[in-house]
């Protein structure tokens, strides 16, 4: 049991459709971070948490909007995506302020078509 | 800006074969490092990690790894593979959250996909 969990696990969307992901961690952290894992490439960092403000957005496409209503839980909203946006987006928590050990959640597999 | 380089990007060795995955880091200052392992449609877990201390770390299923500062290196280690440890293993190194002004982010190296033949 990862004590981070995700929904959906697999999603199909079209470009003009609107679809929101899910992470709930049940571990008493309060940091929480969206990755997005692509072949061949290694783990993008997208937004990260510190108790519900959002410190990183590293260069993210307005298409991606993350939000974070409470320290356990986060939602990424996506509109309007394209095809390169097919991924495993991945969900993670820590605690703040200590060495960052990060915990993951099983991801959702994204395909935009 | 802090870089982490796994040298191989896929590894087949048969079972009981010894294994050693190379991982060097980018980065002059003090750092936490990790292994990471994803099993075949399963989520990324911790296999191990370093803060202090002793360099030579032992983690979860036999697993080790050793930290060589002067080598800038985080090489992990089994003596013995299982065709039950065929995974993606991803190196990570970060500098410790308030050191430098560092937010703690992890720097994930692309990940070496293992293949153990039975």
């Excluded at chain 1, 309007?80 to 960052?100: F, R």
Aim: charged residues 15%.
């Amino acid at each position: 049991e990862t004590g981070v969990t995700q929904t959906p696990r697999h999603l199909v969307m079209g470009m003009t459709n609107k679809k929101s992901l899910k992470c709930e961690q049940h571990l008493g952290h309060n940091a929480m971070y969206w990755y997005k894992q692509s072949a061949k490439k290694p783990l993008e960092l997208m937004f990260v948490y510190n108790f519900k403000e959002q410190t990183e957005n590293n260069s993210v496409p307005s298409r991606f909007s993350p939000e974070c209503p409470n320290s356990s839980h986060l939602f990424l909203h996506l509109h309007t995506l394209q095809p390169e946006d097919s991924a495993l987006y991945l969900c993670a928590s820590s605690q703040v302020m200590t060495s960052n050990e990060q915990y993951f959640g099983p991801g959702t597999r994204l395909t935009v078509t | 800006a802090q870089s982490v380089s796994q040298h191989n990007h896929h590894v087949i060795l048969s079972e009981a074969a010894s294994l050693e995955l190379g991982c060097n880091y980018s980065y002059g200052g003090t750092v936490n490092l990790f292994w990471y392992v994803q099993y075949p449609g399963q989520h990324l877990q911790l296999l191990l990690k370093y803060f202090s201390g002793d360099p030579l770390v032992k983690g979860i299923k036999g697993f080790e790894a050793e930290f060589i500062k002067s080598k800038f290196s985080f090489n992990l280690r089994k003596p013995s593979v299982q065709w039950s440890d065929t995974a993606e293993y991803f190196c990570a190194v970060n500098a410790p959250p308030g050191v430098g002004g560092s937010q703690g982010n992890l720097i994930f190296g692309k990940g070496t996909k293992l293949s153990v033949k039975p």
